[in-house]
């Protein structure tokens, strides 16, 4: 089993910038696929981006160019540097992590067997 937990949400203008950290626990997460995701109140969870074994890096289009998701195998978590934050980035983020080396949908959240517990992020304009 793994246990993840989120942190480093909070307030920020617009144009900052943040990171989210996840930690995992119970399990090194090396050689799973690693993705943060993100939902407002009403909606779906939206993917925002996700790291591979082989530390291939996937985002979404919302979040190119401005979102960096990186590894540290050695403290075994996977931070979310958020920068050029806008308003439409106000969520809360979730990382989740699935064992499989290969997803059939990296986008899809139903592919995740662990989920945290999410932490808030709120940008103001």
């Known amino acids: 089993q793994v246990q993840l937990a989120e942190s480093g949400g909070g307030p920020v203008q617009a144009g900052g910038s943040l990171r989210l950290s996840c930690a995992a626990s119970?399990?090194?997460?090396?050689?799973?696929?690693v993705g943060w995701f993100r939902q407002v109140p009403g909606k779906g969870r939206e993917f925002v981006a996700a790291?591979?074994?082989?530390?291939?890096?996937y985002y979404s289009d919302s979040v190119k160019g401005r979102f960096t998701i990186s590894r540290d195998n050695a403290k075994n978590t996977v931070d979310l540097q958020m920068n050029s934050l806008k308003p439409d980035d106000t969520a809360v983020y979730y990382c989740?992590?699935?064992?499989?080396?290969?997803?059939?949908?990296?986008?899809?959240?139903?592919?995740?067997?662990?989920w945290g517990q999410g932490t808030q992020v709120t940008v103001s304009s």
């Open positions: 989740a992590a699935d064992s499989r080396l290969i997803l059939s949908s990296l986008t899809d959240w139903n592919q995740y067997d662990y």
């Open positions: 790291s591979r074994y082989n530390n291939n890096a």
């Open positions: 119970g399990r090194s997460v090396r050689s799973y696929t």
